[in-house]
């Protein structure tokens, strides 16, 4: 028989089996496409879809006509198009974006209805942008203030971080573009990130860095991205207790492991611990590329091919993996029903500004000077170099090239027309990577004397300062070598508020930062990376036309040395590096290795409030912390019974008025407390919230149900446990306290 006659039979058989082949037949189940589709392919192909074709592409089957995966970052905005195999801009003109709030804000806003809006806007832009999987979001704990990539996180609560992670992936997964939620596990520091052992214990594990994941898995998740750092002696993006076991086994994760960005080491590992999908292999993942290889020379290319050849490597764990990565190509790139996106819609900046607007947190507010009243104001001076920077460049991988970015200066003058003048104070250079940018001392001095010269004139002053993108600062791959805020912005504010006593601070940041000053400021606001409408959401607040109501999603400490990660010295932060040298661990790499190093979580499950509270340790600010322009009453909590037994749930309810003048949104947080338990636990852990929106005089009732999950800790020998004995329910929004028992 000839080639044609060949074909021809082929073309046939396929034919045969529905009209269509079953894997093109979109009424045809996902796994009955899957399993149709895999039996079609060779050993190359299967091995083909395993590793990357491009920076962001991975491969597909050209002969079936079943197309590879775009992935783009994530997760605050789709990224600009990057070339092929460098990490440059493509330099495209039609990949701007809408940049959202950074996750840190949606964690401040505690609106879990929010993180859906946000990430059904988002699917909405991957999608029009051609984005099969979106690589975010991200919900490592914020374990210490200094961890250069904490504005990409949801805060120091397993709790708070697992009730939004949910929404966002299943509004964003419902454009069918998936979500890859990162960096599983204890990415929770960035120097050393690529070759840092982390030594923790199961219970911290469980009680602490895993929920938000789990949680992630239980909304249905479709990919999810491997850590750089190790555990347990292996790598996690191929690390068979984390993936194999836990993820895969224990928590029924059906959908596609990938790798951080040459977070692959081993061929072997590769093969057999977890992972599915290998990416940026051979490069540091953001800035550097070893010369010399290509994408046949990933770890599960040729080198893993060769194993399944000599039978090292067994077939049936290359059919898992093919089928998972057939999975969410058919769950996204081939879709029964692709939907059309959306670029910078009026919708999109809607959500954008709404997010930015429910996440400020009035962190002060003495004799109620906000919201600004601009009657009582002849000149207003804005001071901050952060009132006009573009805070959605640099970062790292989280970069968002914008179509619009409206500053808080611009939105402020926009507002009073006129009134408005400007003085940078200090200057911040440019985003660098990996590279420290000295500031020149006598610029600084001579900002700091023009702006605080012009505050002397000046009725009001508005300062927009706090950390930016640059590397030290809040930035992948480098993290933050001081508490205070840099550029001598501690010395320029005390200045200001001397000059000028009507002063608010508006501190920018993913990070808590130490605010020494906040005794000699009537007003503080604690804000983030607003994205592209912040500086309107940011106007919104200080006008009044929004009440804040965000809340710290984390702890704000007097100092570095009141957090428990910074308590045992430098084996618990930023670890210790052994004698034995680790040689290069990623080829061309200049992101710092270490030789070795080992971090020891010695704080255990004591991790933000957990330690401020049972160390008696207080912070300056609390966690879920934030003030409104209105007042909020409680009454007493009341409770369904006194008294239950296992399998019975337990209401609680409260009533909530707001006794002020105008509508303002409350965030009702519950805690429990186990004071008597066989192991130790916190003085008490976030297990429900609800935010109610009220008119002025409205009351409205809360209700929360507590069940044997919410009163639980993991006991090592056991797992999860709730013990008989008495529990404290405590509301409040940690200003106004009540307790039950
Ligand atoms: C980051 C990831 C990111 C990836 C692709 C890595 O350096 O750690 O979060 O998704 O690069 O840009």
Known sequence: MNKLALSIISLTTLAASAGNPVYLDTKASIDDRV???????????????????????????????????????????????????????????????????????????????????????????????????????????????????????????????????????????????????????????????????????????????????KKAVDAGVWSVMGAYNKIWGQHCCHNDRLLNQILKGDWGFDGVVITDWGGAHDTREAATNGLDIEMGSYTNGLTTEADGFSFNDYYLADPYLALLKSG????ATLNDKASRVLKLIFRTAMAPEKQVGALCTPKHYDVARRIGSESLVLLKNQGNILPIDPAKYGKILVVGNNATRALNEGGGSSELKVKDMISPLQALQELWPGKVEYAEGYTSGRPLYEQHENIDTAALAQLRQEAVAKAKEAD?????????????????????????????????????????????????????????????????????????????????????????????????????????????????????????????????????????????????????YRWHDTKKIPARYPFGYGLSYTTFDYSKPRLSAKQITQGENLTVEVDVTNTGNVVGAETVQLYISDPKSSLPRPIKELKGFKKVSLQPGETATVAFTVTPAELSFYDPAKGWVAEPGKFIVTIGNQKADFTLK
Not at 536 to 563: C, Q, R, T, W
């Open 460 to 608: 009001l002053v508005i300062y927009v300062g706090g950390l930016n993108k640059n590397a030290y600062q809040d930035c992948e791959s480098t993290d933050r070598e001081s508490f205070n805020l840099p550029y001598q912005q501690d010395l320029l504010i005390e200045q200001l508020a001397a000059a000028c006593p009507n002063i608010v601070v508006v501190n920018l940041s993913g990070n808590p930062v130490a605010m020494d000053w906040a005794d000699r400021v009537p007003a503080i606001i604690q804000g983030w990376y607003l994205g592209s409408m912040g500086g309107y959401s940011l106007a919104d607040v200080i006008s009044g036309k929004v009440n804040p109501s965000g809340k710290l999603p984390f702890s704000i400490p007097y100092k570095l040395e009141d957090v428990g990660a910074h308590s045992f010295g430098e084996k618990a932060y930023p670890g210790v590096e052994s004698a034995t040298a680790s040689g290069t661990l990623i080829p061309g790499s200049v992101v710092e290795a270490g030789n070795n190093p080992v971090v020891d979580y010695c704080e255990d499950i004591l991790v933000g």
């Open 35 to 213: 399993a149709d589709a895999l039996g079609r392919m060779t050993m190359e192909e299967k091995v083909n879809l395993l590793h990357a074709q491009g920076k962001f592409y991975s491969g597909g089957v050209p002969r079936l006509g079943i197309p590879g995966l775009w992935m783009s970052d994530g997760p605050h905005g789709v990224r600009a198009e990057i070339n092929w195999n460098d990490w440059g801009y493509a330099g495209w003109t039609t990949d701007s974006i809408t940049a959202f709030p950074a996750l840190t804000a949606l964690a401040a806003t505690w609106n879990p209805s929010l993180a859906q809006e946000y990430g059904r806007a988002l699917g909405e832009e991957a999608l029009y942008r051609g984005k099969n999987v979106m690589l975010g979001p991200g919900v490592n704990i914020l374990r210490t203030p200094l961890n250069g990539r904490n504005f990409e996180y949801m805060g120091e609560d397993p709790y708070l971080a697992g009730e939004l992670v949910g929404p966002y992936i299943e509004g964003l997964q419902s454009t069918g573009t998936a979500a890859c939620v990162k960096h599983f596990a204890l990415n929770n520091q960035e120097k050393w990130r690529g070759t840092v052992e982390v030594k923790i214990s199961d219970r911290a594990l469980y009680e602490i860095y895993f929920p938000a994941f």
């Open 312 to 315: 090292e490597a067994d077939e």
